[in-house]
Every structure is written in C-alpha cells, then in structure tokens.
C-alpha cells in the first residue's frame, strides 16, 4: 500500500485539555523541558536532518503546541509584517522529514492565522491569543475566534479506465494533476465533489468515493481526497481555472509516477495527497 | 441503503462562474423569473409543505444563491441585530422538506457568517459584501474574506461488535450520539478521529474509515462521518466535554432507531448524520 499523504499522522500530543488553564500553561513554560520552536523567514526552521528546530524559551510565546513526550512545546508568531512566501514555504518540503510535518503544518497554519486575525470580524476590535493560542478573544464584544480548516476536494475522475488530470495556470511546464476547490457553505463533500469536476471540465459524475485527507497549511486547508466515476468524456474546461485537462491511461500515469523520460506529463510532487491518489489508483485501491 | 443525510444533495445550481460579474448579477435582478428567500425570526421560512418561501426581489439583495431551472435565486440578509436563535433554527428541520434543505443550509450558513464578519480580520476595517455575496472585501487593505466551513469530525468507535456512544451535557434526556470534534489545524480526518476518540473516552483507535458527510449550517459546519475500530474498552471519560459515554449492542441500536418502548437510549434525530452513521452500521455498511 502506497504511503499516507505527507503531513497526515499524530505529529504532537495537542494536549487540548490544557489550553483553558493558563495557569497549566504558566508552569509548562518554566518547565525545564520546555523548548521554543525556531522559526526562518517566516516557517519553522529545519535542520540538516530535515527535522524542526527548537531552541530555549524566550519570552513568553503564546501558542503551545503540545508535547513532545515529557517536552512542552511553544511558539512565538514570527513577526506579522514580513509577506507570507508560500512559494518558498513550499520549496522546504523537500527538506523536511516525514514524521515532522504534521507539527511543521500545525505550527505554520496557526501563525499564519493569527498573523491574519488581529482584528474582531463582529466589531473591529483588537483581540488577543487565547486558549494557547488556539483562539484569539475580542475585549470589546466578547467573541471568541478560533483558526479556520478550510476543507478542499481534490478529486481523480475516472471514465474507461482513464482519469481526468488538469493544469493550473501558476503550475511548473508539463505537470498535470488532480482537479480541486473549495467546499462551499451547504455542501457535502460528495456534492463539491460532483461541482468542482462539473464547473472547471463540464463532465457530471456519479459514485463518489472517499479516498483519504492531508493538512495542506498553504495557508490551512484540508484536502479532502475523493475518486469519482464520469458518465461520458467529453470536456468542456473553464479557462478562467485550468489551461488544459486531458484524460491519461494507467501507462501514461504509471510512466509520470516513475519519472523517467518516456513520461507523457509530470506528476505532482510527493508532498501532494494528489500524488499518493494517483498512487492508490495506480496499485488498484483506488 | 439508508438514505444520505439530510442536507446533503445538489441544491440549487451554484453558477458560480457569476459571482465575479457584477453586470451580469445586475441583470439577472431585473430578470422577471428571479426570486428573493423569504427569512423569518432569522431563518428561512418554511411553508406548509415544508417547502422554502420565495416572493418578488425587493430593493438590492447582496446575496446571489444561484439558480432554481431558469429562476435566479437571491437573498437578502437577515436583520443583522437579532441573536442568532440556533435552537429555534434546529426545531425547524423537523418541517422541512429534504429536498430543500440544501439549500436552506447554504442560504443560513451564508447570511449567519455576513451577520458575523462584519469587519476585516487583518486590518479592522468594515468589509462589503462582494463576489455575489459569497466574499467580503475590504476597501482599506484589500483583503477578501470567504465564508467559513469547518470540519467537524462524527464517528462511531467500535468494539467487539459494540459501538461508544455518548451524552452531552445539552442534549436531551436519554439522547446519546457519536462522539464529534473539530478537525484542528494541521490534522488529517483520520489523526482528528483519533485524537477526538482519545480525549473525550480515553481509548485508542485503528483503521478508521470514512463513511458520509453531512453540511451542518450552525453555524457553519461540514459534519464528516467515520468509523474506528477501538483497541480496548476501558473508557475514561472527559467530564467537561461528556456527561457519559457507554458501548451499546446492536440489539440497542436497533431498538433506539425504532424508537419503541423496548430502546435503551433516545437515538439522534433523522436531520443528524449521527443516525444516518447508525443506520448504515446497522445495515451492515459501516
């Protein structure tokens, strides 16, 4: 079985139950066990091992991660003025070992929430951490405000034995990958599912199955993998959302899986559950 | 096949392809098929026959929900001062056609996130509806805002052929359900379903399984329905999140959904993916 998409897994204990005691919290941060994650031009720093680097506590950082066994874990927010760069936020997955990016992904999503939370969206307010750092809370009005998820379909439609891949714009030259978007406000996840491949290719699909989910904290997604069954393979593509889709055969994905030079298009990299769907595909998991 | 939840289902077509045309939403305004959602006390009205009640486009309204065949569908929002009466709201259901209540929760989950997204998060200024509705953006920073959808994480654990159920503290008397937990930043399903099974009862669970999804509009939630085999049956419960949790038989579940005299606990009602995950295991789908 191929392996589970990159950044799902346990990552640190969250230790919820502590989050509503700041006094709890106090005391883990004078813990001598307690270490401060490091953080490079606004991620989490990786070391040479591609593991996150941690560092003594200074200050008062406000989120607590969780545990590392008996370690207590904290963060400061890297410093709110400098611009996110997701495209070189994305560039460190390469370096980075498995096994740490669940917290990698925990630790970006939030800072990356907080930097772009400051304010009570009910009365325009300055708010402050809470929870460590697990919400922020409005002095003015009360509300309380928690990170947002923003579930994703990402979807292999298939139509005699062939999937549907397609080409975003911003994407680098000959790769082709799932189809995406946003679960909407009503929806479930069948439903975005059957949408998305309606609006951005014009094919209807039936049978949509779940396949399985990854945090993608670009900024804070979770990517909801699905396979579903199209009724015909005919394409009409929205041209504001993808250059080009096409249908590929299981030779043509095994090929682009492999990387070699016969590949007709390339896969999407590891860190992409889109990649882990089209090796289940490919192994007949579906 | 026990049917799929309620709330689930196509709905309306989103056209979502107009939101960014401003001129085009104008004219579908002045369209003479187009309709307005009629609110009462906050929610939807509902007719006698358990249909959603739409009259004449009244003034400029914000929110462009889609299309009903060739009738153009609009709402406006609701009085943004009244407290959102979720309770009153959920009794609702019980009248609602289920053929309509997609579109019931879009329309809801829609104008409770306007009522409370009034303001920029990243800058504090008052945000305008934009995009059809389905956006905020503010004229001082730029930024554009999109509605919430948060995962919720709903599962059945299971051992040695019986299911964990438990109380909260809110729910009626003899009401239990599956246990339930927002996915938190930098979690796949599965790693939620886990942690949330781990806090609220004390036990391990492996292979857990997805089943359905279910949008949940109070206010904004996309229910996310699993199965987890459990790895023991000694529950430590939490007693700020349960007033209980207990294993249940078949023979229970069975006789709860019946809901005669002979059932054990008081199953949740049919607008609830809860029951809809006890009928399909039941069924004998998981």
Same mark, same amino acid.
């Given at each position: 079985?191929?392996?589970?998409?990159?950044?799902?897994?346990?990552?640190?204990?969250?230790?919820?139950?502590?989050?509503?005691?700041?006094?709890?919290?106090?005391?883990?941060?004078? &813990?001598? #066990?307690?270490?401060?994650?490091?953080?490079?031009?606004?991620?989490?720093?990786?070391?040479?091992?591609?593991?996150?680097?941690?560092?003594?506590?200074?200050?008062?950082?406000?989120?607590?991660?969780?545990?590392?066994?008996?370690?207590?874990?904290?963060?400061?927010?890297?410093?709110?003025?400098?611009?996110?760069?997701?495209?070189?936020?994305?560039? !460190?997955?390469?370096?980075? &070992?498995?096994?740490?990016?669940? *917290?990698?992904?925990?630790?970006?999503?939030?800072?990356?929430?907080?930097?772009?939370?400051?304010?009570?969206?009910?009365?325009? *307010?300055?708010?402050?951490?809470?929870?460590?750092?697990?919400?922020?809370?409005?002095?003015?009005?009360?509300?309380?405000?928690?990170?947002?998820?923003?579930?994703?379909?990402?979807?292999?439609?298939?139509?005699?034995?062939?999937?549907?891949?397609?080409?975003?714009?911003?994407?680098?030259?000959?790769?082709?990958?799932?189809?995406?978007?946003?679960?909407?406000?009503?929806?479930?996840? #069948?439903?975005?599912?059957?949408?998305?491949?309606?609006? #951005?290719?014009?094919?209807?699909?039936?049978?949509?199955?779940? !396949?399985?989910?990854?945090?993608?904290?670009?900024?804070?997604?979770?990517?909801?993998?699905?396979?579903?069954?199209?009724?015909?393979?005919?394409?009409?593509?929205? *041209?504001?959302?993808?250059?080009?889709?096409?249908?590929?055969?299981?030779?043509?994905?095994?090929?682009?899986?492999?990387?070699?030079?016969?590949?007709?298009?390339?896969?999407?990299?590891?860190?992409?559950?889109?990649? *882990?769907?089209?090796?289940?595909?490919?192994?007949?998991?579906?």
């Amino acid at each position: 079985m191929p392996p589970d998409p990159f950044f799902a897994g346990p990552g640190l204990d969250r230790a919820d139950h502590l989050r509503a005691d700041p006094v709890a919290i106090l005391a883990l941060l004078c &813990d001598g #066990e307690a270490r401060e994650l490091v953080w490079d031009n606004g991620a989490p720093a990786i070391d040479e091992q591609g593991k996150l680097r941690w560092g003594p506590i200074v200050g008062d950082p406000p989120l607590f991660l969780g545990f590392d066994g008996p370690s207590p874990r904290f963060s400061s927010l890297p410093d709110g003025n400098a611009p996110i760069d997701a495209r070189a936020h994305f560039q !460190l997955l390469s370096q980075l &070992d498995a096994a740490e990016a669940p *917290t990698f992904a925990a630790a970006l999503s939030l800072a990356n929430w907080h930097r772009r939370h400051g304010y009570c969206s009910v009365c325009g *307010t300055v708010t402050d951490p809470n929870r460590g750092g697990w919400s922020r809370k409005c002095g003015n009005c009360g509300a309380e405000h928690y990170p947002r998820v923003d579930p994703v379909v990402i979807m292999l439609a298939e139509h005699d034995g062939r999937l549907l891949l397609g080409r975003q714009p911003h994407y680098p030259p000959g790769r082709y990958s799932a189809l995406a978007g946003f679960v909407e406000p009503g929806e479930s996840i #069948e439903d975005a599912v059957a949408r998305e491949i309606k609006e #951005e290719a014009g094919i209807a699909v039936v049978n949509v199955t779940y !396949l399985c989910s990854q945090p993608w904290p670009f900024p804070s997604s979770l990517m909801v993998g699905a396979h579903a069954e199209a009724l015909d393979d005919s394409l009409t593509i929205d *041209t504001n959302e993808l250059d080009d889709a096409r249908w590929f055969s299981r030779e043509e994905v095994v090929a682009a899986l492999d990387g070699g030079p016969a590949a007709s298009f390339q896969a999407p990299p590891h860190s992409a559950i889109a990649r *882990t769907l089209l090796e289940r595909w490919v192994d007949g998991l579906k």
